[in-house]
């Protein structure tokens, strides 16, 4: 009879502690950010940091951002765009972009230009120097604290400079010379909305000439009745119990 209720002790023991572990291996997940009552950002991972997820309920959209070491963007962040969508990363060293409702992610960077405006002299911003990350009207627009303006193009490439098109050539003077370049339709040069430039060094820069990049803001748009959060949230305690 003692061996039997020892024999059942153990069994219990060994089912309890089987259970323990299950539930202590389980990863955590969260909401770290909502765009509207269906669509939000979904991290899984402990100390904030891990797996990223987008869903839309509405559209029966679940993809996958980055499979590991994400880490919530602290910024000011409003994102009513539904078609382009741009998220940021805590060090905002590039952006993961969609340019299909969330469907599928590439990553987008800063564009590479002769020189920057940062404090450093670089061609991209620190982020303890980054105010707020705006995406409307299918364009990102980043804003520091030194009033640099960091945004993608216009929502559509230079028909021009697609597969077919006419190209585009164009003058430019260097040291004194005047110069003639060309852009081909087979080197037509990144996607819209796959490049950041900040707005005072297109100037004199080879995309200047697209039709993408000409007549854009010069600050952030105001966004009007948006119904997101402002900024993304996280508990780093989460699951650590």
Same mark, same amino acid.
């Given at each position: 009879?003692?061996?039997?209720?020892?024999?059942?002790?153990g069994?219990?023991?060994t089912?309890?502690?089987?259970?323990?572990?299950a #539930?202590?291996?389980?990863?955590?997940t969260?909401v770290?950010?909502?765009?509207?009552?269906?669509? !939000?950002l979904?991290?899984k991972?402990? *100390?904030?940091q891990?797996a990223?997820?987008?869903?839309? &309920?509405?559209?029966?959209?679940?993809?996958?951002?980055?499979?590991?070491?994400?880490r919530?963007?602290?910024?000011?962040?409003?994102?009513?765009?539904?078609?382009?969508?741009a998220?940021?990363?805590?060090?905002?060293?590039g952006?993961?972009?969609?340019?299909?409702?969330?469907?599928?992610?590439?990553?987008a960077t !800063?564009?590479?230009?002769? !020189?920057?405006?940062?404090p450093?002299?670089?061609?991209s911003? #620190?982020?303890?120097?980054?105010?707020?990350f705006t995406?409307? &009207?299918?364009?990102?627009?980043?804003?520091?604290? @030194?009033?640099?303006?960091?945004?993608?193009?216009?929502?559509?490439?230079d028909?021009?400079v697609?597969p077919?098109?006419?190209?585009?050539? !164009?003058?430019?003077? *260097?040291?004194?010379?005047?110069?003639?370049?060309?852009?081909?339709?087979?080197?037509?040069?990144?996607?819209?909305?796959?490049? *950041?430039?900040?707005?005072s060094?297109?100037?004199?820069?080879?995309n200047?000439?697209?039709?993408?990049?000409?007549?854009?803001?010069?600050?952030?748009?105001?966004?009007k009745?948006?119904?997101?959060?402002?900024?993304? @949230?996280?508990?780093?305690?989460?699951g650590?119990?």
């Open positions: 009879m003692n061996t039997n209720i020892a024999l059942i002790g069994l219990l023991s089912v309890l502690m089987a259970g323990c572990q #539930k202590k291996s389980e990863i955590p969260q770290i950010y909502r765009f509207d009552d269906h669509r !939000y979904e991290l991972g402990y *100390y904030c891990g990223l997820w987008y869903v839309d &309920n509405q559209r029966g959209i679940r993809s996958e951002i980055m499979d590991k070491f994400y919530a963007f602290a910024g000011k962040f409003q994102h009513p765009s539904e078609r382009y969508m998220i940021p990363d805590w060090d905002v060293d952006f993961a972009v969609s340019k299909d409702y969330g469907r599928t992610w590439k990553i !800063y564009a590479s230009v002769p !020189y920057g405006v940062e450093d002299g670089t061609t911003p #620190k982020r303890e120097n980054v105010v707020s995406v409307v &009207n299918d364009q990102g627009f980043l804003l520091t604290k @030194q009033g640099h303006l960091y945004l993608s193009s216009k929502p559509f490439d028909p021009r697609l077919g098109g006419s190209g585009i050539d !164009y003058t430019f003077t *260097y040291d004194g010379k005047i110069g003639t370049g060309r852009i081909d339709p087979q080197f037509p040069g990144e996607k819209w909305g796959m490049s *950041y430039i900040e707005l060094t297109l100037k004199g820069q080879t200047e000439e697209k039709a993408e990049w000409q007549g854009l803001p010069t600050k952030v748009p105001e966004v009745n948006y119904t997101g959060w402002d900024h993304m @949230q996280c508990d780093p305690d989460l650590l119990e």
